[in-house]
């Protein structure tokens, strides 16, 4: 969703802002703009819809300057148009702000602001503290943004310029990320990481409630009561090539296919085959702790939902520890009942998902102990948490995640060992799934390699308006990340259901025209699993089943529209990771043969940072 950068040094400002939103495309957006600030003028140039406009309007409408903030915005506020977009000033146009995140208290703001005779002239929040920090008496810029801030109750990540203070931009961050970029005497900024590391990979962190001053020569850090608090910049280890597609047609191609290295990443160090156990130094608690746990609860949103779901299958089969996922989004809604012996797992790729962040302070509230699951190191779901596994996907640009939810499952495999390790999962079974996770990023490989085949079965699969997504216990939550990732970018209706409950209700959809993608390993459930199949397609549906060589179909009716998809077998806990990558790959391949814009589904964002 929105995203924030701004500029100051020797440089002309307004191409390299413009080049930094371009990074923060994948974000998901509806308009954008720039300020740039020169001869203690403020010039403003907006534009709604796709950036490319606004960069065409810059060479017939250039802004020239060496200061300037730019935005690329995602409507919460108003329609998406260029009166709402930002930056916005205030009356006078000596102030221009960029915000990220929502003023809860912008109603009360504006009509104050009305009543004392201002212009208000877009539907947004943020208007609001443009006009704030436009009015203030304050003697500096950081006194006037730390009042008008002191005003407004909400989320921001936000950045001001103002025509009287041209050396130097504030910012301030409350709930919604900022990275504060340090160059050969120029300074960045930026809402993601995703939009600095082409100018530098030295950057500090703002934490919630603080504010910054960047001058050409540096930066200071504030407490929203302005005194200084010490915040030192440091290298990041990323390499700036990770936020380029390089040869692949998407992001979400080139991150499909770096899953086996991030496997090995979120794996590496953690693995015991000595006690059969995983080292999860994050996580921050002792045995002790680990085995006075009665309960877990794990919460996340969308995919990252349904690899909760598998997650918790995992933790209650090696652990044997009552364990269920929610969608975050309603957690907080059903006024919880938080226990002391619960262990709450947040799970986020992003780490910025704002209804997982919202779960993950309820929680605390209530005095409950939450780990985070979290791929975006510094990200706000993992500060918030108690302690937690870091991911280690590597940066995951295209909307519909990949390498991140496969990395979730491992995060949740090595809890699970752990839990089950300190409980009653013997060290037998405990070094065969030790073992099992060594071998799954070759298999996850060996997977990847079968992409002819998945390409052409999508291709028939994308030709059909509606397919359900089956599958059984361990097989069910692969199944709905199936249909998720399916219609997320194919925009086909693909709905998910247990296996068993077909016969209950959707057996009367079946025909020639709905296909039906069947999860089956070879596992307990399997003649169960082939009975359900015997059912479809004996009433003409097409099938699609992903299942093991040693899985026998028997005498499927209408063999013609059967097509199986055999898979490397790892135990049968652990599955679920290549089932995944399977359907990850028919998902993409669907969405590719039906010429979608694949990193870019029509009205998603990258991460959800509204309620
Ligand atoms: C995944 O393909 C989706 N884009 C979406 O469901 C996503 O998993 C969800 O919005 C949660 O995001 P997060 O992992 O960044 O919290």
Request: charged share 25%; aromatic share 4%; glycine share 10%.
């Amino acid at each position: 969703m929105c995203g924030i950068v701004g500029y100051l040094g020797a440089r002309e400002a307004a191409p390299l802002i413009v080049e930094g939103l371009r990074r923060l495309e994948y974000r998901g957006y509806d308009s954008s703009g720039v300020a740039v600030l020169k001869d203690g003028q403020i010039q403003v140039r907006r534009e709604v819809g796709k950036l490319s406009g606004l960069a065409q309007m810059l060479t017939q409408e250039p802004v020239a300057g060496h200061v300037g903030i730019g935005h690329t915005r995602w409507a919460t506020h108003g329609p998406a148009n260029d009166v709402n977009a930002h930056p916005h000033t205030d009356s006078k146009g000596d102030v221009a702000v960029v915000h990220n995140g929502i003023i809860d208290n912008a109603a009360r703001l504006r009509a104050r602001l009305t009543e004392d005779g201002v212009d208000l002239v877009s539907d947004t929040d943020t208007e609001v503290l443009a006009h704030l920090i436009g009015r203030s008496e304050a003697d500096t810029l950081e006194e006037k943004v730390s009042e008008a801030l002191a005003q407004v109750e909400g989320t921001y990540g936000l950045a001001v310029v103002h025509a009287a203070y041209p050396d130097r931009i504030v910012v301030a961050r409350n709930g919604s990320p900022l990275i504060i970029g340090v160059g050969d005497h120029e300074m960045h900024v930026a809402s993601d990481l995703a939009a600095l590391v082409r100018y530098t990979t030295t950057v500090a962190h703002l934490d919630d409630g603080e504010l910054a001053t960047l001058t050409a020569d540096g930066f200071t850090t504030y407490r929203h009561d302005l005194s200084t608090v010490a915040r030192a910049a440091t290298e990041v280890d990323v390499d700036p090539a990770a936020y380029d597609a390089g040869e692949h047609d998407s992001y979400m191609h080139k991150e499909m296919l770096e899953q086996p290295e991030a496997a090995a990443r979120v794996l590496r160090g953690r693995l015991d085959q000595r006690f059969g156990t995983s080292h999860l130094g994050g996580l921050d608690l002792d045995a002790r702790e680990l085995r006075a746990i009665r309960r877990v609860k794990v919460l996340g949103c969308g995919s990252a939902y349904y690899v909760g779901e598998m997650g918790a299958a995992l933790i209650e089969e090696l652990a044997r520890i009552p364990a269920s996922a929610e969608a975050a989004s309603e957690f907080r809604y059903r006024n919880p009942i938080v226990e002391p012996d619960t262990l709450y797992v947040a799970v986020s790729q992003s780490g910025e998902t704002v209804d997982t962040l919202l779960a993950v302070q309820e929680i605390k509230r209530k005095g409950g102990r939450v780990v985070g699951l979290v791929n975006v190191v510094g990200s706000a779901i993992a500060r918030e948490c108690d302690g937690g596994i870091y991911l280690h996907a590597g940066p995951e640009v295209a909307v519909a995640s990949t390498k991140a939810l496969t990395n979730m499952f491992l995060g949740f495999a090595l809890l699970a060992l752990q839990l089950g390790r300190v409980r009653d999962l013997s060290i037998a079974d405990g070094r065969r799934l030790v073992a099992g996770l060594q071998r799954l990023p070759d298999q996850i490989a060996e997977v990847l390699d079968r992409e002819p085949e998945l390409a052409e079965l999508a291709g028939r699969l994308a030709e059909a308006q509606s397919l359900f997504f089956v599958g059984r216990v361990r097989g069910y939550p692969v199944a709905r990340e199936g249909a998720q990732k399916f219609k997320e970018i194919s925009y086909r209706h693909a709905e998910a259901y247990q296996t068993s409950e077909l016969k209950h209700g959707p057996l009367a959809l079946i025909d020639e025209s709905v296909p039906t993608v069947s999860v089956v390993p070879d596992d307990e459930l399997t003649e169960r699993n082939v009975a359900a199949l015997h059912e479809v397609a004996a009433r003409g549906g097409p099938l699609v089943v992903v299942t093991h060589a040693t899985v026998d179909l028997g005498d499927l009716p209408g063999q013609a529209s059967v097509h199986r998809v055999d898979l490397p077998r790892n135990e049968r806990e652990l599955d679920p990771a290549l089932m995944v990558v399977a359907l990850q790959l028919l998902s993409y391949h669907a969405a590719k043969s039906l010429g979608h814009d694949i990193d870019k589904p029509r009205n998603l964002a990258k991460s959800v940072t509204v309620e």
